[in-house]
T-cell receptor, first 108, second 117 residues
Framework: RKEVEQDPGPFNVPEGATVAFNCTYS??????FFWYRQDCRKEPKLLMS???SGNEDGRFTAQLNRASQYISLLIRDSKLSDSATYLC?????????FGAGTTVTVRA | NAGVMQNPRHLVRRRGQEARLRCSPM?????VYWYRQLPEEGLKFMVY????????ESGMPKERFSAEFPKEGPSILRIQQVVRGDSAAYFC???????????????FGPGTRLTVL
């Protein structure tokens, strides 16, 4: 079983739509959680950390469910610039485990 | 540029040659991590280093791969006698350290794309 599993998508949505996707992780001892975005296989860039209580950063909302071991990301009012691959990332000690990514394409 | 620096950005080697990839962490960061991304796959942890110390190399192939982070200068990932299967993007990340931190936020460099002919 992979350490972090994500629906690869693609999710094709019109501008202004809401899109949501999640990932599951296998290590129940995982300590911290993140969403990164990766454009055209360039370097991953930290989008947001995910806290147990859930958190919001502008149009992005992240949720963590430790009991079910899944993390979600919701993007409201999608922009063309949101088109990217979103990587679910889980940390245990210092080691980050990456999902293979969910591809989102926002169309005009 | 205060970000993580990697060079070269692109590297082409023939089978059997050596590849040396360099990484300079962000200013103030003392922890370096190397990851590999094969085509159509997610990033995979390779090695975690602090200055002059390898903390965890459990993700490194047992042969041909080595890494160092000397007291002075960048971290180096070295691949000896490269094979076609080594073709991938190699990303370096850095963090300020873990003492007292729960959230291990790592910041990535632009990567080195290695192509083995």
């Amino acid at each position: 079983r992979k350490e972090v599993e994500q629906d690869p998508g693609p999710f094709n949505v019109p501008e202004g739509a809401t899109v949501a996707f999640n990932c599951t992780y296998s290590n129940s001892a995982s300590q911290s959680f993140f969403w990164y975005r990766q454009d055209c296989r360039k370097e991953p860039k930290l989008l947001m950390s995910v806290y147990s209580s859930g958190n919001e950063d502008g149009r992005f909302t992240a949720q963590l469910n430790r009991a079910s071991q899944y993390i979600s990301l919701l993007i409201r009012d999608s922009k063309l610039s949101d088109s990217a691959t979103y990587l679910c990332v889980v940390n245990y000690d210092y080691k980050l485990s990456f999902g293979a990514g969910t591809t989102v394409t926002v169309r005009a | 540029n205060a970000g993580v620096m990697q060079n070269p950005r692109h590297l082409v080697r023939r089978r059997g040659q050596e590849a040396r990839l360099r990484c300079s962490p962000m200013k103030g960061h003392s922890h370096v991590y190397w990851y590999r991304q094969l085509p159509e796959e997610g990033l995979k942890f390779m090695v975690y280093l602090q200055k002059e110390n390898i903390i965890d190399e459990s993700g490194m192939p047992k042969e041909r791969f080595s890494a160092e982070f000397p007291k002075e200068g960048p971290s180096i990932l070295r691949i000896q006698q490269v094979v076609r299967g080594d073709s991938a993007a190699y990303f370096c990340a850095s963090s300020p350290g873990l003492a007292g931190r729960v959230y291990n936020e790592q910041f990535f460099g632009p990567g080195t794309r290695l192509t083995v002919l």
